[in-house]
């Protein structure tokens, strides 16, 4: 059975901190992908990245950074210089590539909240 | 706008009354999802279709029913409303890429209060 953690339930930053959000996914699967969507406080789901199971290379766009370590099953999601308008859930949602349907498993979620 | 639409936005139901939920997708995916989210909880899938015609039970199908009579539309239904199917749902669609999964996109949600 797959399992999805994020560990932290709440994260309070103050603007232009760097913050980490963590992800944990256990699975026996040797292919999956991995998801992380944001949803701001008026209720909509915004797709932020997707990596595979293939590739461990961390990435960089704009203020956003993931390190996905396969070995310790984390994805763990960076953002450079918090914003006000950052402030939001995140959810980490893996997908097994060969599951029925493709459908994502979501995390509990993190609520980040950036002050000014 | 991610191409999904949502209807209703809001809803209130007696406990017992039935209702349906029309989500549209204006590409030609296959695939389409209904999600529900309760508080402090992340999304959780009910029901699934992989086409026209096909549908298929997730982690939480009691209480609902789903049909996929034409590819743009996914209707979930509720026979007899209960306080516990209060929640906020979504619908989603996906594209398949060759050889993997891509990102799945998501309606603006459906919040439904059960009385």
């Known amino acids: 059975a797959q399992k999805v953690t994020q560990a932290q339930t709440e994260i309070s930053v103050v603007e232009k901190e760097d913050v980490t959000l963590d992800c944990v996914y256990e699975t026996r699967d040797t292919t999956y992908y991995l998801f992380w969507y944001k949803q701001p406080p008026s209720g909509e789901l915004v797709f932020l990245i997707r990596r595979n199971s293939f590739d461990e290379q961390n990435e960089i766009s704009g203020r956003y950074s993931w390190n996905f370590q396969k070995s310790t099953s984390s994805f763990n999601f960076t953002i450079t210089a918090s914003q006000v308008v950052d402030s939001a859930v995140y959810f980490c949602?893996?997908?097994?590539?060969?599951?029925?349907?493709?459908?994502?498993?979501f995390g509990k979620g993190t609520t980040l909240s950036v002050s000014s | 706008n991610a191409g999904v639409t949502q209807t209703p936005k809001f809803r209130v139901l007696k406990t017992g009354q039935s209702m349906t939920l029309l989500c549209a997708q204006d590409m030609n995916h296959e695939y389409m999802y209904w999600y529900r989210q309760d508080p402090g909880m992340g999304l959780r899938l009910i029901h699934y279709s992989v086409g026209e015609g096909t549908t298929a039970k997730g982690e939480v199908p009691d209480g609902y029913n789903v049909s996929r009579l034409k590819k743009q539309n996914f209707l979930l239904g509720l026979e007899s409303a209960a306080p516990s199917q209060t929640s906020v749902y979504f619908c989603?669609?996906?594209?398949?890429?060759?050889?993997?999964?891509?990102?799945?996109?998501f309606g603006p949600g459906t919040r439904l209060t059960v009385l």
């Open positions: 949602a893996p997908s097994p590539a060969n599951q029925a349907g493709t459908a994502l498993i």
């Open positions: 989603a669609r996906i594209l398949r890429l060759a050889g993997g999964v891509g990102e799945q996109f």
